[in-house]
């Protein structure tokens, strides 16, 4: 079972819905948890960083850690075209440790 | 500041053939790291550091040489480039007290 798995898509949905953009992972010394966006033929740019268990919220993204069931979320509001993109989670066990990514899923938002 | 800056954009080799990957930042980063990202399989680390003349391997290292002499710079080598190694090729900086990677422009590689 690979460390992280998260479904690669794609996801089609209107604009304005909310989108559910989840991660499962196996590693239970995972603390720091993160939301990375990709444009096509850019570099992944973070997007929303947790530690531990809990919602954290900026702007129209909150992200969901649920340590008991290794089972972590985005949540976009109010979907935007601009919000088109590959959404990779990533997590680690401490600050020193190597960080491991999910495979992404691409999303697209229908005007 | 320029960032996490990576040389070449693009390039194409031949089976066997060697080439070595440039990777700088200016945020004096302890961390860099290599990625690749193939279609469907998303980001794997090759290899990192967490400071000049200390690395270590990621998840898929075989193939693939790095060294950091400086806090800088972390060059990435391949000796024997195979089409196994196509693909689009990132280096990621980040400071040792925040998780807040910021990775490269990519440099997309294909081994004919």
């Known amino acids: 079972q690979k460390e992280v798995e998260q479904d690669p898509g794609p996801l089609s949905v209107p604009e304005g819905a909310i989108v559910s953009l989840n991660c499962t992972y196996s590693?239970?010394?995972?603390?720091?948890f993160m939301w990375y966006r990709q444009y096509s033929r850019k570099g992944p740019e973070l997007l929303m960083y947790t530690y531990s268990s809990g919602n954290k919220e900026d702007g129209r993204f909150t992200a969901q850690v649920d340590k008991s069931s290794k089972y972590i979320s985005l949540f976009i509001r109010d979907s935007q075209p601009s919000d088109s993109a590959t959404y990779l989670c990533a997590m680690s066990g401490n600050r020193d440790d190597k960080i491991i990514f999910g495979k992404g899923t691409r999303l697209h938002i229908l005007p | 500041n320029a960032g996490v800056t990576q040389t070449p954009k693009f390039q194409v080799l031949k089976t066997g053939q060697s080439m070595t990957l440039q990777c700088a930042q200016d945020?004096?980063?302890?961390?860099m790291s290599w990625y690749r990202q193939d279609p469907g399989m998303g980001l794997r680390l090759i290899h990192y550091?967490?400071?000049?003349?200390?690395?270590d391997q990621g998840e898929v290292p075989n193939g693939y040489n790095v060294s950091r002499s400086t806090t800088e710079d972390f060059p990435l080598r391949l000796l024997s480039a195979a089409p196994s190694q196509t693909s689009v090729y990132f280096c990621?900086?980040?400071?040792?007290?925040?998780?807040?990677?910021?990775f490269g422009p990519g440099t997309r590689l294909t081994v004919l």
């Open positions: 590693n239970s010394a995972f603390q720091y």
């Open positions: 990621a900086s980040r400071p040792r007290v925040t998780d807040t990677q910021y």
């Open positions: 550091s967490v400071g000049a003349g200390i690395t």
């Open positions: 945020m004096n980063h302890e961390y």
